[in-house]
């Protein structure tokens, strides 16, 4: 998607999407929980109040990273929403240390689930509306790449798991009698969302370091540049990303002999179809004159 003005109401509806269903999956699981009295539904309405969270801290992040660039800030606000995974990790991370010592808890004293149809229907419920977020967040994401989106859309694709392992822990408590599946199931719950948490720390932290692309897309940008019959050679390829702004950086080995009008009107034509490749990057070129013995780092 080329159009910014589209790009940033996409992600502002997903981030009022995403406040709305927390809202409403914590007062239907607060209803279900208080019936039911099952640890494993207890996990799942934490999971959605750190939801809920989570998706405030992304409404504000969203809001700062779609700042234009300013005088303190030439290269815009994108890695607010790098920020803003953390938060949310921190949070996510916490919910399940909690929900992991009331699982074991649990487990050393079983309890009997109360009302287990009642809270299987809101869990199903739950479902449909989550189902039909993470449908609208993995849209936005597609069209617009944003590192919080994603890292929002990963907590309610969590949250149709949990459900559904929450579903059938209940049915087999209430069934069978089998009362340690319950806080079984907030265990393993509390272990997935550890693991959600690790990763959106891993992207977050790849965003604040400045991760390079990826090597199919950097070889991409290469190749781009090297179609244009005056470019000899490319050299000092640099990139990374802020947000949903990617940037990138490059020197181009020209002829010697070229005047630097012309040298600048390479660069500029190289620089639009690397930019038509990569909508919404900021190119910068520098040219050389080929077989300029400079040193360079070399990275594989």
Do not use: C
């Amino acid at each position: 998607m080329n159009d910014p003005a589209r790009k940033a109401a996409l992600m502002r509806s997903a981030t009022y999407a995403a406040m709305a269903v927390a809202g409403l999956l914590i007062a239907i699981k607060m209803y279900a929980w208080l019936l039911s009295d099952s640890v494993a539904m207890l996990s799942s309405l934490v999971d959605s109040i750190l939801d809920a969270l989570a998706s405030v801290i992304n409404f504000v992040a969203v809001r700062h990273a779609l700042m234009p660039p300013d005088r303190e800030h030439r290269f815009g606000h994108g890695k607010a929403e790098a920020l803003a995974g953390l938060g949310q990790a921190a949070f996510i991370g916490g919910s399940a240390v909690f929900l992991l010592f009331q699982a074991g808890h649990r487990l050393i004293r079983p309890q009997p689930v109360d009302n287990g149809a009642v809270a299987v229907t809101v869990l199903v419920l739950s479902i449909l509306v989550t189902l039909g977020l993470v449908v609208f967040q993995r849209y936005v994401v597609r069209k617009t790449g944003s590192l919080a989106i994603s890292a929002d859309q990963l907590h309610y694709k969590t949250d149709l798991l949990v459900n559904l392992g929450i579903i059938a822990g209940l049915l087999a408590v209430t069934g069978l009698g089998w009362h340690f599946v319950d806080p079984l199931v907030a265990a393993l719950v509390a272990g997935y969302i550890l693991w959600s948490a690790f990763s959106i720390v891993r992207d977050s932290f790849d965003h604040l370091m400045d991760r390079e692309f990826d090597d199919d897309e950097r070889a991409r940008v290469v190749a781009i540049a090297k179609t244009h019959a005056e470019v000899r050679n490319i050299h000092d390829l640099r990139t990374r990303s802020s947000g949903v702004q990617k940037f990138i950086q490059l020197h181009l080995e020209l002829d010697g002999g070229l005047t630097l009008a012309r040298a600048h009107e390479i660069a500029d034509q190289v620089e639009l179809m690397i930019a038509e490749a990569f909508p919404g990057a900021e190119v910068i070129i520098h040219q050389d004159p080929a077989g300029l013995d400079e040193n360079h780092p070399v990275f594989s």
